[in-house]
């Protein structure tokens, strides 16, 4: 049976909600995020906003000096959890294969379902007009034999988009398409492929497979099979919870000291109610940091039996603090994340399981002035 993979992703998800629940707001730059003068960033942005260069991420005070009209509303997670509940049923009415990836964007493996639709483009269609009916938003659907194709043909076609690509002919249609295009390609790893002299993707497909190893390592050989248009990854629908976090970006950059502290504390009780609504506990606490000049590092550690409740959890973020930082360091945004997590007390202890202290580090080189 030929594969048929839909990827369905709604436009401009939270902004899109909010010109939907608001008419005032329809045909204007919206832009979801949090306040300019707490640092907050831009969510989402209408296509109306876009077209002034306002991108998700941005800082929001520089995404309001781009958009001068531009309306700010405030994040509205409930309002978009209960939508996004409402599209993900339509989909499970098609097909009980539906892997989640937000709450705006899933795969859907119709393979046994599209020939009862009429075949996979007038599935596709179908999804767009119960959607369009039953929540007022648009949709773009990509359609292809594998979910990599199907996310690159979504992408493609927004907004409202319907992209098909037939069998046979994936490689041939990422081929005339930039690098950055390709599913996982990021800006760091497109300016690598650029200095190699990688412009396009069947520049890739047809390159030696040394050449992209030189220029990103192993993971050169694998892009050189998605350029190709070769994927066989199924769409999963067991996706377990990885985490349980909560972070704060400061209106100002703070050292270590009696503020940066009781903020600590503050986000762990945090978590732990989080924990504690979700019914999981966690054996380990992974403390984020990000300085001034927006580098990034994680500090983690772990236990044996799960950290329990607030003071457990603060006095792992407190030790994880105590070890990372030094005089002078200046804090732009501090969080608390839950990791490795439960639904219940372990029977045993694990043979080798971890003692705490950090033991594992991550750090992002500070980006560019587009930040």
Request: some cysteine.
């Amino acid at each position: 049976m030929q594969r048929v993979i839909i990827h369905a992703d709604l436009d401009a998800f939270y902004a899109s909600v909010e010109q939907l629940d608001d008419p005032d707001l329809r045909g204007k730059p919206v832009v979801v995020g949090g306040s300019p003068e707490g640092r907050g960033v831009v969510m989402a942005a209408s296509y109306e906003a876009r077209r002034f260069g306002v991108r998700s991420a941005m800082p929001m005070g520089r995404a309001l000096r781009l958009c001068l009209d531009a309306v700010r509303v405030p994040p509205r997670f409930d309002r978009y959890s209960e939508v996004s509940h409402r599209v993900m049923a339509l989909f499970r009415e098609v097909t009980p294969l539906v892997e989640p990836l937000s709450l705006d964007e899933a795969f859907l493996d119709a393979s046994e379902q599209a020939d009862a639709h009429g075949g996979d483009e007038s599935l596709a269609r179908y999804l767009k007009i119960e959607v369009k009916q039953r929540t007022g938003l648009t949709l773009s659907v990509g359609v292809a034999a594998n979910k990599l194709v199907a996310k690159v043909a979504s992408d493609r076609g927004k907004p409202d988009g319907l992209v098909v690509v037939p069998p046979g002919t994936e490689a041939a249609f990422l081929a005339p398409l930039k690098t950055r295009a390709l599913w996982g390609v990021g800006p760091k790893a497109e300016i690598a492929l650029s200095s190699a002299g990688f412009q396009t993707i069947g520049q890739i497909a047809t390159a030696e497979p040394a050449r992209l190893e030189t220029a990103l390592g192993s993971r050169g050989l694998w892009l050189h099979a998605m350029a190709r248009g070769i994927d066989d990854s199924p769409v999963t629908t067991d996706h377990e919870r990885k985490s349980v976090g909560a972070e704060n970006t400061f209106p100002r950059d703070l050292t270590d000291g009696p503020e940066l502290r009781a903020e600590l504390d503050r986000i762990a009780q945090s978590v732990a109610r989080r924990l504690d609504k979700s019914g999981f506990r966690a054996r380990t606490i992974v403390l984020k940091l990000r300085y001034a000049n927006f580098r990034t590092i994680t500090r983690q550690s772990s236990r044996p039996l799960p950290i329990d409740g607030a003071s457990d959890i603060s006095a792992a973020a407190h030790a994880l603090l105590d070890a990372a930082a030094k005089p002078g360091d200046r804090f732009r945004l501090i969080g608390i994340h839950a990791t490795n997590l439960l639904t219940e007390e372990p029977d045993q202890l694990d043979l080798w399981a971890p003692t705490t202290g950090p033991e594992r580090q991550t750090a992002v080189e500070p980006p560019g002035a587009s930040r």
